[in-house]
């Protein structure tokens, strides 16, 4: 309920000394109003942006050679202790001592990050370097930003793996969901509008390219625990733009999944699924 009464017609006042006074009783009303409608909120809006500097700092760290690893690690657990309790939804700051075990599975990450980079070198025809890949694929980013964020995902750390992706997600216009499964080495190719959800799983050897979802079939707060989300088996190649829905569909190892597909129900090994639809090509009379 507003402390403070709406006018039902815009007034309007001259500029004089009365008119100033009114002014500052309705600054101080509304800014009133405003506390009282804030007063419940706890958040705090510093969490995003220091989380979007960790996270840029974490890249560089691990893949740039000139990094000073001791100084970087040492401001990189500062700004994860700082992160992790404002973030943090369990007693006791339990939170603040969850670096240790973050980073003590970095080396691992790195390991899958580099399997992840050189199949993308492997796989992709316009790729010249390894460099390349690392410094000019939005793709690898939004790979190496999942990999971190699934990491904070299964130490409970939930807002700041979703911040974490969620960045990655502005910036790659690739989302991926912390908690999605997905093994190395895994390829994405130009990046943009892909969409894979919590509980999708993804097996090593896969290539998904530009538009694609693996996504629900329907979506409500009571199927939160359930798998609601495809499994992709190894080797399979999803091609631009195809959908593919639910927590039972299960793409078969080695099958192609070809452009604007729309699956919605498991498909064998070795399947190729083509979208059918045909484009009648005529030629122009001129007159």
């Given at each position: 309920m507003l402390l403070y009464p709406i006018p039902k017609k815009r007034l309007t006042f001259n500029l004089s000394k009365n008119n100033s006074i009114f002014r500052i009783v309705i600054k101080n009303l509304i800014i009133e109003n405003l506390k009282a409608l804030k007063k419940n909120s706890s958040i705090n809006y510093g969490i995003k942006t220091k989380t979007e500097a960790f996270t840029e700092k974490l890249f560089y760290t691990l893949f740039d050679k000139n990094a000073p690893l001791e100084k970087s690690i040492a401001e990189l657990e500062v700004q994860f202790k700082d992160i992790a309790?404002?973030?943090?939804?369990?007693?006791?700051?339990?939170?603040?001592?969850?670096?240790?075990?973050?980073?003590?599975?970095?080396?691992?990450?790195?390991?899958?990050?580099?399997?992840?980079?050189?199949?993308?070198?492997?796989?992709?025809?316009?790729?010249?370097?390894?460099?390349?890949?690392?410094?000019?694929?939005?793709?690898?980013?939004?790979?190496?930003?999942?990999?971190?964020?699934?990491?904070?995902?299964?130490?409970?750390?939930?807002?700041?793996?979703?911040?974490?992706?969620?960045?990655?997600?502005?910036?790659?216009?690739?989302?991926?969901?912390?908690?999605?499964?997905?093994?190395?080495?895994?390829?994405?190719?130009?990046?943009?509008?892909?969409?894979?959800?919590?509980?999708?799983?993804?097996?090593?050897?896969?290539?998904?390219?530009?538009?694609v979802t693996l996504g629900a079939l329907s979506v409500s707060k009571e199927m939160k625990d359930a798998k609601r989300h495809p499994t992709v088996e190894k080797n399979v190649c999803i091609y631009a733009n195809a959908t593919i829905l639910g927590g039972d569909t299960i793409i078969g190892e080695g099958s192609i999944v070809g452009g604007n597909a729309w699956v919605t129900k498991s498909i064998p090994a070795k399947s190729m699924v083509l979208n059918t639809t045909t484009t009648e090509v005529r030629i122009k009379e001129i007159k």
């Open positions: 309790n404002l973030a943090c939804q369990k007693p006791d700051n339990l939170c603040d001592s969850m670096w240790d075990k973050f980073l003590e599975i970095l080396p691992t990450v790195l390991e899958q990050l580099q399997q992840d980079a050189a199949y993308i070198l492997e796989n992709d025809p316009a790729s010249n370097s390894i460099d390349e890949v690392y410094l000019g694929y939005p793709g690898f980013y939004a790979i190496a930003i999942y990999r971190l964020s699934h990491e904070l995902y299964h130490l409970d750390l939930l807002l700041f793996s979703r911040l974490m992706s969620e960045y990655a997600h502005r910036i790659t216009g690739t989302d991926i969901h912390a908690g999605a499964t997905i093994a190395s080495p895994f390829f994405i190719d130009h990046a943009t509008g892909i969409v894979i959800g919590e509980t999708a799983i993804i097996e090593k050897n896969v290539k998904i390219y530009q538009g």
